[in-house]
T-cell receptor
């Protein structure tokens, strides 16, 4: 099973700042990497798939990069509605696996 | 419009059995993988398993293999997650989710979740 490790666990950020979240895979997952956002009490929402492709309706301030074992989600200018937990997920191998999440909180 | 409507919250006793459902609409049910994700209280997302309704091909995470059963009823476009004997450690929200349009392996539609409480 591929282990996905996200860092940091928590990020304290001010609105308007640029945010970079990391996700590392225990073995190569090629570009088969997705990012999800989950706000408190809400259902997870797909942000990014294929490491760098934004899902339908996702604002351009969200971008993804990386391949192999190292991936990054960047939020160019954090908005108030972006405070949430972000999860990466690999889908290169069975079983699919999620990272443990990074919480982006208000500084 | 694609929709996944999950059954309501359940309160069960340890050792009881349970089957929760996820009714799909707005697309051809047999053509797309539908899966289940667990979220324990205050914790992250865990990929449990997935089924292809077209031929009932099912894949489980080793963590959940033998603990739950995933199935479908194609006649009513519904997926199921079931337990034969619940434990207190099964307390969680369970989401069904669909691999539809973005990429195979990616959940781009989610149900609203079913909260399972297990208490004696």
């Amino acid at each position: 099973e591929i282990v996905m490790t996200q860092s940091p666990a928590t990020l304290s950020v001010s609105p308007g700042e640029r945010v970079t979240l990391s996700c590392r895979a225990s073995q190569s997952v090629s570009s088969d990497l997705a990012w999800y956002q989950q706000k408190p009490g809400q259902v997870p929402r797909l942000l990014i798939y294929s490491a760098s492709t934004r899902a339908t309706g996702i604002p351009a301030r969200f971008s993804g990069s990386g391949s192999g074992t190292e991936f990054t989600l960047t939020i160019s200018s954090l908005q108030s509605e972006d405070f949430a937990v972000y999860y990466c997920q690999q889908y290169d191998n069975w079983p699919r696996t999620f990272g443990q999440g990074t919480k982006v909180e208000i500084k | 419009e694609v929709q996944l409507v999950q059954s309501g919250a359940e309160v069960k006793k340890p050792g009881e059995s349970l089957k929760i459902s996820c009714k799909a609409s707005g697309y051809r049910f047999t053509a797309y993988w539908i899966g289940w994700v667990r979220q324990m209280p205050g914790k992250g997302l865990e990929w449990m398993g997935i089924i292809y309704p077209g031929d009932s091909d099912t894949r489980y995470s080793p963590s959940f293999q033998g603990q739950v059963t995933i199935s479908v009823d194609t006649s009513i476009s519904t997926a199921y997650l079931q337990w034969s004997s619940l434990k207190a450690s099964d307390i969680a929200i369970y989401y069904c989710a669909l691999e539809y349009s973005s990429s195979s392996g990616v959940f781009d539609y989610w149900g609203r979740g079913t909260l399972i409480t297990v208490s004696s």
